[in-house]
């Protein structure tokens, strides 16, 4: 047990560390913190407003959040970042107790760590969007109702959860829970008590917002936001039907050899709900047209869970945590890699490897093989697993500290508003990307007014900021 708290709390430390070495990050970030931020300013915690316009592109959960780390006087971006990771570490917590209750001690660790240390869920644990409150709530909503016997309190906290998962992302959440309702279908009294408690979370704020809001609140969130977004390409996000197969294996890397031994084995009998239940996610997202990588989020602990369960049953495991572990070499180019990735697109950056980047690879390969030579002695799953998330969480460590300033320098709108703060009534947006935008009004606190010809201000520009030192 002791244990088990001493890799909670190493997992933490991973996790929080770096929360504030980079500004905020894309188009969304900047806006969901505005929201909240706003929330917290105004005392309206109701409708959500973006530099004093009504904004429904998501329902409240994450601005609570956010607003809540505002209240208690975090400074920024501790104010929005913290919140999310906290819930995340709290989630891991409970997603390592309910599977030791169901399946064993070893497993619960394995899929816990392989969660923990997978890449997808880690940078959403460290950045304040909708995806990892919502996957949170939600799949501890799943395992409270599908895990053990359907008591009346696991039946109500299971309401309760999936109640606070709609108001994350809305209508998802019960079109992803739909496989539990028919799973314990039989157990209807249980399953409306279930309902009643999901609806008493949920409903207030969305009668609350149509009663303040009207019919507007309803064509944003609904119509747009979830219908059109599914149905059609007319939010830019469309991609093929595979795109999540790709998405996936770079989610759960670098455990991403381990997903073969799912399909190596006859499968375990008490998988077949969570198989039903990733399939059913996975079709879901594939036949939406706009598709982005945080959708499949949710899936992240049923397909850790398969994998642990699935790795424990092979007699040649031992291999393909060897091939994992050696996938941690590649951390430096990764970390080369990775700003360019967020500016332009993967197939844009550009790389080369200082160094620094050379002597943490050798590294790399001396752990590799060390790793590799321990799991000779054949070592109990939940051992090897642990050691290979340390050797991850090390990883992680050593990509914060070098990606995350470049990141900051390099992406974010922060250092370029630091510079311009004093002076920011003579600047106006000229051309500039969208996501430097969003992150210029966050940091104004305003909506920055536009250039209009001849109004002798200085213009903020994608060039402007280049030649500043920062690229936008």
């Not at 188009?27 to 931020?37: F, H, N, Q, S």
């Not at 799973?183 to 999901?198: N, Q």
């Not at 510079?419 to 996501?435: F, K, M, N, P």
């Amino acid at each position: 047990m002791r244990r088990n708290w001493l890799l909670l709390f190493l997992l933490a430390i991973v996790y929080i560390y770096g929360l504030d070495r980079a500004g905020m990050l894309g188009p969304d970030e900047p806006r969901y913190a505005a929201v909240g931020l706003e929330m917290a300013r105004s005392g309206d915690w109701v409708t959500p407003r973006l530099w004093g316009e009504a904004w429904f592109e998501k329902p409240p959960l994450l601005y609570w959040l956010v607003g809540a780390g505002n209240t208690a006087g975090l400074p920024d971006p501790w104010s929005a970042r913290l919140p999310v990771a906290m819930v995340s570490i709290a989630f891991l917590a409970f997603f390592f107790r309910e599977l030791r209750r169901e399946w064993n001690g070893e497993i619960a660790l394995a899929a816990s760590m392989m969660l923990a240390t997978s890449a997808g869920w880690l940078a959403f644990s460290q950045i304040a969007v909708t995806d990892l409150p919502m996957s949170a709530a939600l799949f501890a909503a799943v395992l409270l109702a599908v895990q053990g016997e359907l008591t009346l309190r696991r039946a109500a906290l299971s309401g309760l959860l999936l109640g606070l998962a709609a108001l994350g992302k809305g209508l998802v959440a019960l079109v992803l829970f739909a496989p539990v309702a028919w799973h314990r279908r039989a157990e209807w009294r249980r399953l409306g008590v279930l309902a009643a408690l999901s609806a008493a979370t949920a409903g207030p704020w969305y009668a609350a917002c149509y009663a303040v809001n009207g019919w507007p609140f309803v064509e944003e969130l609904f119509v747009k936001h979830h219908f059109a977004r599914f149905a059609t390409g007319e939010l830019l996000h469309e991609q093929p039907f595979w795109f999540y197969l790709p998405v996936l294996a770079g989610a759960i890397f670098p455990w991403t050899p381990l997903a073969g031994a799912v399909f190596v084995r006859k499968p375990e009998p008490r998988l077949g709900f969570w198989w039903i239940w990733l399939s059913w996610g996975f079709l879901f997202f594939s036949l939406s047209r706009n598709k982005l990588p945080g959708y499949v989020l949710p899936l992240a602990p049923a397909l850790a869970l398969i994998m642990a369960v699935a790795v424990s049953r092979m007699p040649n495991a031992r291999a393909l945590l060897a091939a994992a572990a050696f996938l941690l070499i590649l951390t430096p180019l990764i970390t080369q890699v990775l700003p360019g990735a967020l500016l332009s697109g993967l197939t844009r950056a550009e790389f080369l490897l200082d160094g620094t980047d050379l002597l943490a690879g050798a590294g790399a390969l001396v752990a590799w093989l060390a790793f590799v030579y321990w799991l000779g002695h054949k070592p109990p799953l939940a051992a090897s697993v642990t050691a290979l998330g340390l050797l991850m969480g090390g990883a992680v460590l050593y990509a914060k500290a070098r990606v995350l300033p470049v990141l900051d320098r390099e992406v974010s709108a922060r250092p370029y508003w630091l510079s311009i703060a004093r002076e920011a009534d003579r600047y106006c947006l000229g051309e500039v990307r969208r996501a430097w935008v969003y992150g210029l009004n966050y940091y104004a606190g305003r909506s920055l007014p536009a250039c209009m010809e001849g109004d002798g201000r200085h213009r903020i520009t994608t060039e402007a900021i280049e030649k500043s030192g920062s690229k936008p």
